[in-house]
């Protein structure tokens, strides 16, 4: 299986985030994908690829003009309002305030409008980062175009709480979302999204919410005690053309192997009678018993078992990185789904 990364996610890197009340080191830091490539590379998964710069079109196809120039600019605007460190919104429209359906004027009421909370910054170079990340997304899905299996994606910063025009959750760009639409683009019919990263995949939901085409099935913790909270209920079942086709597994805070696998196996055959003719995979590895936000309590050798069930779909595989923060044990979790989906 061929991977595809660029040393271009080192451009992201949040100094620090608000965690149950202290300021702490980001949990979302460039050695997370260092110790994904350096597992890679010691089990001889395959070769390692630098993603080819593309254009922005295929990222249109999914965020929007104005948002794209939003993130490029934004640093720039900061600095020249005088402002040191790095961009962070601070405040966003509560339930009782009517709803804004075009940005404001004002710096921050934009940072406010573009985003739904502070969990990452925005750097001078973030927007490179966030490009690179997508990139390596729309590599690895013209290498499945072109005809391999599978392929990694190992994208940094993570992508799947970035909606069409907001950021937050550590996610600008949502880099599993531009490759399926990559995929549709370019002549799959029907592809399906499984997010199995701990976290409610928010973003590519409300991405392709009223949509037929592109199917997601997302397994994670309970939106009523976990983030990014609001959205993830069984309830959302997609909208117009899209109803049934949006698949939400909250789960509860502790969920072991058996009770994950049994939704996991729901949402597999769902998958099934979708008749997908490619997967895109938003592999998060946060659900690890360990891990430090999370809260359900797989073990690393459970990852070998998923990849291999993956691999049953029997249709060209995408794999794409999300979220995973028990940074000594991400790489091998994450390279077991890889591995397990190989011997399958
Ligand atoms: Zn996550």
């Given at each position: 299986m061929k991977t595809f990364y660029t040393a271009d996610h080192h451009l992201h890197h949040s100094g620090m985030e608000v965690s149950f009340g202290s300021i702490v080191?980001?949990?979302?830091?460039?050695e997370r994908a260092e110790i994904v490539l350096s597992r890679i590379k010691e089990v001889g998964l395959g070769p390692v690829l630098d993603p080819q710069r593309y254009e922005r079109e295929p990222i249109e196809r999914v965020h929007t003009a104005d948002y794209l120039d939003f993130l490029e600019n934004v640093f720039a605007e900061w600095r020249a309002a005088g402002r040191d460190g790095e961009v962070w919104p601070y405040s966003w429209r509560h339930r009782s305030m009517p709803p804004i359906d075009s940005p404001p004027s004002g710096l921050d009421a934009r940072l406010s409008y573009y985003s739904?909370?502070?969990a990452g910054s925005i750097t001078e170079t973030t927007w490179q980062a966030a490009r690179r990340a997508a990139d390596t997304a729309l590599a690895g899905a013209d290498a499945v175009l072109a005809g391999d299996r599978a392929a990694f994606s190992l994208c940094r910063p993570p992508g799947h709480h970035a909606g069409r025009d907001f950021f937050g959750g550590y996610c600008y760009l949502n880099n599993a979302a531009i490759a399926a639409q990559r995929l549709r683009d370019r002549g799959h019919d029907r592809v399906a999204i499984f997010d199995i990263d701990y976290h409610h995949g928010n973003g590519t939901q409300e991405i392709f919410y009223d949509r037929a085409d592109v199917l997601l099935a997302s397994l994670h913790g309970d939106p009523d005690f976990e983030?990014?909270?609001?959205?993830?209920?069984?309830?959302?079942?997609?909208?117009?053309?899209?109803?049934?086709?949006n698949l939400n597994y909250p789960l509860p805070a502790g969920t072991g192997w058996a009770e994950w696998r049994d939704a996991f196996e729901d949402a597999h055959a769902r998958i099934r009678d979708f008749q997908p003719s490619a997967l895109v995979v938003s592999l998060g590895?946060?659900?690890?018993?360990?891990?430090?936000?999370s809260q359900f309590m797989l073990e690393g050798g459970h990852f070998l078992l998923i990849g291999a069930r993956i691999a049953a779909f029997d249709v060209p595989t995408l794999f794409v990185m999300e979220g995973g923060y028990a940074v000594e044990a991400l790489g091998v979790n994450a390279v077991n789904v890889l591995q397990g989906f190989e011997r399958a």
């Open positions: 080191e980001t949990f979302e830091k460039p739904f909370d502070m983030f990014p909270f609001h959205l993830g209920y069984a309830r959302e079942r997609g909208a117009g053309p899209g109803e049934g086709y590895v946060d659900t690890f018993k360990d891990d430090p936000i």
